[in-house]
Structure formats: structure tokens, C-alpha cells
């Protein structure tokens, strides 16, 4: 099976800030990564795909990078509704395999 | 508009049967790649199964054997037969498509099971 790590497992942040939450895999999984937000009792939510190609309506705010074993998701301007969890997710073979999460807390 | 929503949830007993179900609208479930996610209650999300659009289908190891995933093309329906359940099947199941690149890009709400005796 094909390991997910996040790093860091929690953030501080303003709004405002820049943030950027790192996403390692056991072994390369090429360009087939996504990202998703996932607020309390909510589904999660699309972000990215492609490692970097924004889902349709998602801010611009977000964005991605990596290829391979190392992927980034970067926000680049918090705002009050992108306190959240946030979750990596492999789709190169199964079992498909996420992160365990990144909480953002407000600072 | 593209929905979909669980049914089926609840309270089980240990080594009882349950069936979810997923009402997909905006999209035809026989023509695209279905899954279900679960989160056990403050943790994270697992990969349950996958459905192919060829009606092929592949079940992580924790469930296999006791979970199948399933369609009804006519009522653009997918399932999940949950049999054999266990304490650790406690947490919120998830329906939702795969779509390109692998990611799953429309979810439903989800809906709660609970193993408890």
C-alpha cells in the first residue's frame, strides 16, 4: 500500500497569512494526488487535482505543486472560512490512501 | 445540479447486516467510476470500495468479504451491504464519484453507522 504523510499535523495561522502543508508519498504516484478541505460535520470538499489544477469553483487562493513522491498545497491568503482540515489522497493504485490530516486553527 | 445522498445508517449490533444507499441525481452512476470513503469518529478518511463503470469492483482489505458494493442503473442508485459488522466499522460513510485524475470530486453528506451491543 502507498503511504501518505502530511506534514505538519496542525497549523496556526492568521487571516491573512500564507500558508503551506506538505504531502509525502511512500513511492511516486506520479501527478495523481488531490487535495480536499473538510470542515466539522461537513464532507470533504475537492480542492485540487492533478497535484495542481484547481476543481471548479475553488478560490484561486489555493494552489498545488509536486510530482512524484512530494506535493505542497499552498493558500495564499487565509480567510475565515479556510480554517479547516485538510486532507492529501493518492489515486495512482488501490487501496487509495489519505493523509492524515492537517488541522489549520486560527492563531 | 449534481446530488447525492446516504440512507441507511444507524445503530447495529456486532456481526449484524446493514445496507446503505446512495440516490445519485445529475450524473449516471452505470457510466462513472462510485466509491465509498469512511471516518471513524474523530479520525480520518479511509478508501472503502470502488465500483467501475464496467461493474468490476475492488474492496480495501479491512472490509473484504464482508462489504459489497453495488448499483441499480434504473434507479441511479449505489449500495453498500454492510455483513459481518464490527466495532471498528463505527463511522461516517461517504458516497462519492471518481472522477479525472483519479480524485473524487462530488461527495454526499454522509450518514452515520454505530456497531454497539
Known amino acids: 500500500d502507498i503511504q501518505m504523510t502530511q506534514s505538519p499535523s496542525s497549523l496556526s495561522a492568521s487571516v491573512g497569512d500564507r500558508v503551506t502543508i506538505t504531502c509525502r508519498a511512500s513511492q511516486s504516484i506520479t501527478s495523481y494526488l488531490s487535495w480536499y478541505q473538510q470542515r466539522p460535520g461537513k464532507a470533504p470538499k475537492l480542492l485540487i487535482y492533478?497535484?495542481?489544477t484547481l476543481h471548479s469553483g475553488v478560490s484561486s487562493r489555493f494552489s498545488g505543486s509536486g510530482s512524484g513522491t512530494d506535493f505542497t498545497l499552498t493558500i495564499s491568503s487565509l480567510q475565515p472560512e479556510d480554517f479547516a482540515v485538510y486532507y492529501c489522497q493518492q489515486s495512482f493504485s488501490t487501496p487509495y490512501t489519505f493523509g492524515q490530516g492537517t488541522k489549520l486553527l486560527i492563531k | 445540479e449534481v446530488q447525492l445522498v446516504e440512507t441507511g445508517g444507524g445503530l447495529i449490533q456486532p456481526g449484524g447486516s446493514l445496507k446503505l444507499s446512495c440516490v445519485v441525481s445529475g450524473f449516471p452512476v452505470s457510466s462513472n467510476y462510485m466509491i465509498w470513503v469512511r471516518q471513524a469518529p474523530g479520525k480520518g478518511l479511509e478508501w472503502v470500495s470502488i465500483?467501475?463503470?464496467?461493474?468490476?469492483?475492488h474492496d480495501a482489505d479491512s472490509v473484504k468479504g464482508r462489504f459489497t458494493i453495488s448499483r441499480d442503473h434504473s434507479k441511479n442508485t449505489l449500495y453498500l451491504q454492510m455483513n459481518s459488522v464490527r466495532a471498528e466499522d463505527t463511522a461516517v460513510y461517504y458516497c462519492?464519484?471518481?472522477?479525472?485524475?483519479?480524485?473524487?470530486?462530488?461527495w454526499g453528506q454522509g450518514t452515520l453507522v454505530t456497531v454497539s451491543s
Open positions: 492533478s497535484d495542481s
Open positions: 462519492a464519484r471518481r472522477g479525472n485524475w483519479g480524485c473524487f470530486d462530488y
Open positions: 465500483i467501475y463503470n464496467d461493474g468490476t469492483t
